[in-house]
């Protein structure tokens, strides 16, 4: 492939254009109707997305960091949680992680993950458990699975509930069962970069129980339990008409979405060979679901100068995240840690650029470069 003018990281107006003039059809129905919140099409995508994730509950809100926030408010209210009660999570996920769990009063508890997989330690969760401890955070970081059945008996031996967050995975799967449907209680986030995506923030919860369900819809409606009777300290958060018309729009290619993201994703883990570029791992076999690549994310101790020699060729990357979470400044009393992974991570991950609107030889092309430049 000859030298391109530009290989964007994200060309959101390329991929939503892909949905041709049904996109425009669905904003156009919800302004005919004149009905912008609690109509039609927020109860359709609810109806929808719980049949695709497969559970009993959910609850549409207005962004994926309201969906964590609410889940560990909503437990707190139901007695299982208690301000100073521990959540795990893993160290090198998106800061929203922990804002969700230190808003509501309650401490989380940084776990190393390891590389290439990104996820927990499983071997490092069971020493971070201590008689506070209430719940294990999981979090399917670039769109990989981090459930499994390891998580699953530690929950069960030390009665800890799964908070699952599926910001990053819709449509990723663990033995036939979707990310969202493994744990207690999941949150989702349909940030337009995501892979499920609205023109604007929105969120929902997933959950088989009824209580949590009833509760966290009356949390997001300011705290009422109908209309003007309030009986909790609430928010306001809630999906819109047009995100919801939108959001069942994409659902219907989802998986089809998803593929072509594995398909682009295997170019580079085939064609990338360079010594001193660490690459994610690939999904299991049996299991290829199970990672349906938001980001695809590769390590590099000269990332920054491996970035603006891309650059200078044409191609756009991101970094996901620069700094650990221990290390931002709101988060001075964990600065301490010893959380090497974590840290190795935050200064050499490198995002490529990865969506449905790029083509195989676009990927190609990418590989070449940094095969040559790292």
């Excluded at 990310?179 to 209680?185: D, F, H, M, P, R």
């Excluded at 010594?275 to 076999?285: C, D, Q, V």
Aim: hydrophobic share 40%; glycine share 6%; aromatic share 8%.
């Amino acid at each position: 492939m000859c030298n391109p003018e530009i290989i964007k990281f994200l060309d959101l107006k390329k991929i939503n254009n892909s949905f041709g003039p049904a996109l425009q059809q669905a904003i156009a129905k919800v302004l005919d109707s004149g009905i912008y919140l609690f109509g039609e099409e927020v109860t359709g995508f609810e109806e929808e997305y719980k049949a695709y994730i497969g559970t009993k509950h959910c609850i549409s809100l207005g962004n994926g960091l309201d969906a964590l926030t609410l889940i560990i408010k909503a437990y707190k209210s139901l007695g299982h949680f208690q301000d100073g009660d521990q959540i795990i999570v893993p160290a090198n996920t998106f800061f929203a992680s922990f804002l969700a769990v230190v808003n509501n009063d309650l401490e989380p508890v940084f776990v190393d993950p390891e590389i290439p997989t990104f996820n927990m330690i499983l071997g490092e969760i069971e020493k971070k458990i201590t008689a506070k401890t209430k719940a294990i955070m999981l979090v399917h970081l670039y769109g990989r699975n981090a459930y499994g059945e390891e998580i699953r008996q530690l929950a069960s031996t030390y009665d800890l509930i799964i908070i699952e967050d599926n910001a990053q995975a819709a449509g990723c799967e663990y033995q036939g069962k979707k990310t969202g449907s493994l744990g207690n209680a999941a949150a989702h986030s349909f940030y337009p970069g995501k892979n499920l995506a609205a023109l604007g923030d929105a969120g929902a919860v997933t959950t088989n129980n009824k209580d949590l369900d009833l509760l966290i819809r009356a949390m997001a409606n300011y705290g009422a339990s109908r209309k003007h009777h309030y009986i909790y300290q609430g928010v306001n958060s809630r999906m819109d008409e047009i995100q919801a018309a939108i959001l069942r729009l994409k659902l219907k290619r989802l998986d089809q979405d998803n593929c072509v993201r594995r398909k682009l994703a295997e170019i580079y883990l085939n064609r990338i060979h360079h010594p001193a570029i660490t690459l994610p791992s690939k999904a299991e076999k049996k299991d290829p679901r199970s990672h349906i690549w938001h980001l695809f994310t590769i390590l590099n101790p000269d990332r920054d100068l491996l970035s603006n020699k891309l650059k200078a060729e044409g191609i756009q990357t991101q970094i996901h995240y620069p700094t650990a979470p221990h290390h931002q400044p709101v988060f001075v009393k964990f600065s301490m840690l010893d959380l090497p992974n974590s840290t190795k991570i935050h200064k050499e991950t490198l995002s490529l650029p990865l969506n449905p609107s790029l083509r195989p030889e676009e990927i190609h092309f990418i590989a070449e470069k940094i095969n040559l430049l790292a």
